[in-house]
C-alpha cells in the first residue's frame, strides 16, 4: 500500500520497554524506521531493541531535565516522537500525596514538553515530522482514582493541538491517541489488589473485551506515516466503543 513505509525515518518510543510501547516500537520497526527504544528501565529497553531490525536502546528519565537533554544529545535527528511514556498512581483524589502529583506532572506532561522543545527544530528544518501523544480514555472522559493522571494527561490535548497548529506549513503533524482499559501489565497490578475488577472492565466495554497493545500500535503506526499526512490536531481513543465522539 502506498504511503505506509517509513523506510529512511528515525522514531522515538518513550516507555518502550513496556506493553504497548514496545508493541508500537515494533509496528514501526516493520514500516521500515530506525527505532530507538527510550526508557528509564534500560534493560527492558535494550531487550526490546533486539528483537526489532534496526533498532537501539537509550535511556531516558522523563522527570529530569538533565536526563532528557543528554538523551537528544545522543539521538541526533529524529522524525518521529511518539510520546507513550507515563506513570499512573491510583487514588482518591482527597487522599492524594501531592510528591506523587508531581511526578506525574513531570513525567506525563513536562517530560513530553522538554523532549518536543529539543527535538522539535531537527523535523521543522527537515519539513517533514510526526508527533504522536498517547494520552488516555481516563483523561478525556474521566476516572475514578485518576484525578491526578488524568489532569497531567489531559494537558498533552491542549499541547498537541497547539502544536498542529504551529507546525503544519513544515508538514509537521502532532495528533493524540487515547487507550482505553488495554491488557498490559499497568492494569494487571491494579486488578491484583481488586479481584474482579478487570473482568468487570471488560464486560463493560461494547466489543467485549479489553484493547491490546496491538489495538493502540496499529493506530499509532497508521499516524506516523504519509497516509496520515493530512490527519493533524486530533484525538482518537481505542477503547472498543466505550467512548464514542
Known sequence: MDGMRLDGRTAVVTGGAGGIGSAIAADL??????????DVDLQGAEKVAAGLAGA???AVDLASPPSIEGFTAVAGQ??????????SIVEQFTEGDPAGWDLMWQVNLRGP?????????????GEWGRLVFVSSDGARAGSGGEAAYAATKSGLFGLAKTLAREVARANVTANVVC??????PMLRRVGADRPGLVEKIARGIPLRRLGTPADVAGLVAYLCTDRAAYLTGQTLSVSGGVTMH
Open 78 to 87: 529524529v522524525d518521529i516522537l511518539v510520546h507513550n511514556a507515563g506513570v
Open 113 to 125: 514538553m522538554l523532549l518536543t522543545k529539543l527535538l522539535l527544530p531537527g523535523m521543522l528544518a
Open 56 to 58: 537501539s536502546a537509550l
Open 29 to 38: 520497526a516493520s514500516l521500515g524506521a530506525r527505532v530507538i527504544v527510550a
Open 179 to 184: 487507550p482505553g482499559p488495554t491488557d498490559t
